[in-house]
């Protein structure tokens, strides 16, 4: 592969399950292979492209042949599981009807890519808990020794799989002499079965519970991940004892038998000793413990690749079927985080809502987003219709564009309720209790979003804006006026478009920079600020007093003995961001909002310098200043690396400028009195 540092850039599909013969599918990630994020209805066949890529990308040859799996509607002689890569040689990998599959014929490039490829499913995740209900414990033996330790290596050099096969078929009289130790009477066969099988279990046992090279255990970094997912919940293992109670005499036949061969999941939760969790906790916290136990494997045992830059690859499938909205989103931020910042990751959804959240989330310039729905056909079966998400915005501009300006209405009522509800559940504002779901109105979300203040004092949506939102609810955003054949007018649906951008480029501005804080800043930030994390959290976006709360935090962290860099950068970002929103809000700067658009800090930047009466006039040596340090203050994404190039000196110049002539006890932003 020449060095280069390929991922998935194409999918293609054709004439497999779902996916008929008579049209070919392509899921393009673009050429620098974005991640997926993927929703799907039920029978869409978005469990197809799942397995598709699962068998695929194994380093096994699957044990049907392409035959097995093709569309039994529309079969085609040219059906086809493809991957195109962003580079390398060869940069495709496809298993076509009738050929041979490429763990066949490919070597080594394929497999560098196949044993990095990690797949995980909703009823994976049931081999956690539900299959042990009604067992005296959550034994765990087989997932880990066939799935999540599979091939993670023992001291003696042997995957986990191999090892304990050895164990299961093992010849007494070709046991290795160094293992039955000093003493010369050669214990029996039974004695010998026993013994290996008890290293066996011991080894078992360290894997799970003893850090190994510096790094830690399965379970300190299960444990680590489902802090991240839920709270005042631990886990634990224990190892059975193992005992021989067969001994195969043709073992070309059958293996050894064994009982006690077990390891046991125990957890703790909220100070409480559980020893069957699948009997005593609920649903989510079940899901979070099967989440944080296969993560955890997957960063733990999938490989890193030779080849320089070479993704790991985390296919996942309708996972969040045991977690409810609150869960969710630290799951996404855990994706996003730095543990799987180098992971090419699918994510697929059955949940429409949730999807759409998390559309709004994840960042643009590194997920795709497409949907998946199901067609019916004339003949009684249906097909897969494949297309790109575009947001309730987007679709209404362009039936905007079109002159249909009723449907425009619809989809601007969906995008006013969806932007809203989204801000709601992001912030965890408080909602008055009603006995249905279906009983919230919009107008509750409304109030919700309209008396927010992002500090003491001042609202997140200004007066005229509002006046605009209750102008378009008249007209446009109140269901019922839809019905009048002469509403909504081509002016109305425009100025309700134009509205509801403005309200989602500050709904979404006041939750972004928390969002993109990768978890290890955060957490230093937390531990040298003394400062409990929603505080933190809180202050990042300007909610917390004081207001210059960032400032302040990084004075305090420039001062303190062997400082974190990047924290003091992303606090220092976060202050300049904050005081330049304050300025433009204050001196009434206008801008103009086109469809699609996202208000960022260099295009608030240019206005506040250039506007009449701007700091280009007033303050022309600040202006400069930032300019020379636009790197770090004005890049649209701030990155580790980047803020790695930054020495301790430059970051105390940053930090004076921005408070100007306020000392470092009590730090003020220069912006806010200008």
């Not at 939760?269 to 079940?286: D, S, T, V």
């Not at 501005?509 to 957490?523: D, F, N, Q, V």
Request: hydrophobic content about 40%; proline content about 5%; glycine content about 6%.
């Amino acid at each position: 592969m020449n060095g280069i540092a390929p991922r998935l850039a194409k999918i293609v599909l054709r004439d497999f399950r779902a996916f008929p013969g008579n049209e070919t599918y392509t899921f393009d990630l673009s050429a620098k292979g974005n991640n997926l994020l993927l929703f799907g209805e039920n029978g869409s066949g978005k469990s197809s492209l799942f397995l598709a890529l699962r068998l695929l990308l194994s380093e096994r040859v699957p044990n049907n042949r392409y035959e097995h799996y093709r569309n039994v509607f529309s079969p085609s002689t040219e059906g086809t599981i493809s991957v195109e890569l962003t580079s390398g040689m060869p940069n495709i990998f496809r298993w076509d009807y009738g050929e041979s599959h490429p763990a066949e014929t490919e070597g080594m490039p394929f497999l560098e890519f196949a044993r990095r490829s990690t797949f995980l499913d909703y009823r994976s995740l049931l081999r956690t808990s539900f299959l042990h209900e009604d067992a005296l414990c959550v034994d765990l033996f087989q997932l880990l020794v066939e799935t999540l330790l599979r091939v993670a290596r023992m001291p003696d050099g042997r995957t986990v799989t191999e090892h304990w096969e050895a164990v299961q078929r093992l010849k007494p009289s070709e046991q290795p002499s160094e293992v039955l130790g000093e003493d010369s009477d050669l214990p029996s066969p039974k004695e010998q079965i026993q013994g290996a099988a008890e290293e066996f279990m011991q080894q078992l046992g360290e894997l799970l519970n003893v850090s190994a090279g510096g790094g830690q255990s399965l379970v300190a970094l299960a444990n680590d991940l489902l802090a991240r997912l839920t709270t005042d919940l631990e886990i634990r293992t224990e190892t059975g004892h193992i005992e021989l109670i067969e001994v195969s005499t043709d073992l070309d036949l059958r293996p050894h038998r064994f009982a006690g061969a077990e390891v046991r999941l125990k957890a703790t939760y909220a100070g409480y000793p559980i020893e069957h969790p699948a009997q005593f906790l609920n649903e989510g916290r079940l899901t979070a413990i099967a989440l944080a136990l296969y993560l955890a494997a997957a960063l733990l045992t999938t490989p890193r690749s030779q080849i320089e830059g070479l993704p790991r690859i985390l296919v996942l499938d309708d996972i969040l079927l045991g977690l409810d909205l609150a869960h969710r989103m630290p799951l996404l931020e855990l994706l996003q985080g730095d543990e799987f910042g180098s992971w090419q990751i699918f994510l697929f959804t059955y949940d429409a809502s949730w999807f759409s959240m998390a559309c709004d989330f994840l960042p643009t310039d590194s997920w795709a987003r497409m949907r998946l729905h199901a067609e019916a056909l004339g003949d009684g079966w249906e097909m897969p219709v494949l297309c790109d998400y575009a947001s309730y915005l987007d679709k209404a501009w362009a039936h905007i564009q079109s002159d249909d300006y009723k449907a425009a209405g619809v989809y601007l009522r969906s995008a006013w309720e969806e932007d809203m509800r989204g801000f709601c559940v992001r912030r965890q504002l408080k909602m008055p209790l009603k006995n249905e779901l279906r009983a919230y109105k919009a107008e509750d979300l409304w109030q919700q979003v309209r008396s927010f203040e992002y500090k003491t004092g001042f609202r997140l949506v200004d007066d005229s804006l509002a006046r605009e939102i209750r102008f378009c609810q008249r007209h446009v955003l109140n269901p019922l006026c839809h019905s009048d054949p002469a509403r909504p007018t081509r002016e109305e649906v425009r100025r309700a478009h134009m509205a509801l951008s403005r309200l989602r480029i500050l709904l979404e501005k006041e939750s972004h920079w928390t969002w993109k804080l990768p978890p290890r800043i955060a957490s230093a930030i937390q531990d040298l600020s003394g400062e409990e994390e929603t505080l933190v959290d809180r202050a990042l976006r300007g909610l917390a007093r004081p207001s210059n709360f960032a400032l302040e935090q990084a004075c305090k962290l420039l001062g303190a003995p062997n400082p974190e860099l990047e924290a003091i950068g992303i606090l220092l970002r976060s202050s300049f961001e904050q005081a330049l929103w304050r300025f433009c809000s204050r001196k009434k700067i206008d801008f103009t909002i086109k469809c699609c658009d996202e208000l960022r800090t260099r295009q608030l930047w240019q206005q506040a310098v250039n506007e009449q009466g701007g700091l280009a006039t007033s303050q022309p040596g600040f202006v400069a200043f930032i300019e020379s340090h636009r790197e770090l203050l004005l890049e649209e994404e701030l990155t580790l690396d980047l803020l790695r190039t930054h020495t301790k000196a430059q970051l105390e110049e940053v930090c004076i400028c921005l408070r100007g002539g306020s000392t470092v006890d009590n730090p003020k932003c220069a912006m806010d009195s200008w």
